[in-house]
């Protein structure tokens, strides 16, 4: 059954190679979430102007891929703990999120966040809400880890997320992960 959910963790260069990984996922697209102009630019978003979040929107067959175990990949990707901060990256544009597209994903999100929370010693701020207008992102914004795996953010920031998947979550690694 296709499904849709939206994630945000940080830069979506991020999540996007994560989930990029993930077998069952079908669809990605990095754009901007949750801000207050419309077809904002990766420029405007960036100067927390807009109010949006970078997110992915991921299309994923749910008999392939549980919700539940995309959720629990997002929570061992990335902190959730860190208001409008992931490392380095700054502004509320970082925030993280999850945006449920179904009102029946919203129960299976606050349940993944009851269940995370025990992991973490400080409180879950990750934002939980409906999706709304999504706005895709540039077209060089598309794909980018994949392009540029050897520019250094990607080396310092990406790769260890992508070790940590791999670690994780074995099983659920699509063929050609590696790349």
């Not at 891929?65 to 061992?76: R, Y």
């Not at 029946?104 to 701020?125: L, Y």
């Amino acid at each position: 059954m296709h499904d849709t959910i939206t994630l945000a963790g940080g830069c979506f260069w991020c999540i996007e190679a994560v989930y990029q990984r993930i077998q069952g996922v079908h669809s990605l697209t990095s754009g901007y979430m949750g801000g207050h102009r419309p077809n904002p630019s990766y420029e405007q978003v960036c100067t927390g102007v807009s109010g949006h979040a970078e997110v992915v929107q991921l299309g994923f067959d749910s008999t392939q891929v549980s919700l539940a175990t995309l959720l629990d990949v997002f929570f061992t990707i990335h902190d959730p703990t860190t208001l409008n901060r992931q490392g380095n990256d700054v502004g509320s544009q970082y925030r993280s999120g999850i945006y449920w597209h179904r009102p029946e994903q919203e129960t299976e999100v606050r349940a993944a966040v009851a269940r995370w929370q025990a992991e973490f010693a400080q409180p879950i701020v990750t934002e939980l809400l409906p999706a709304s207008p999504f706005w895709p992102a540039e077209a060089h914004h598309q794909d980018y880890y994949r392009q540029h795996a050897f520019q250094p953010y990607c080396a310092v920031v990406i790769a260890p997320k992508l070790q940590k998947l791999a670690a994780h979550f074995p099983a659920h690694l699509a063929g050609g992960a590696e790349d």
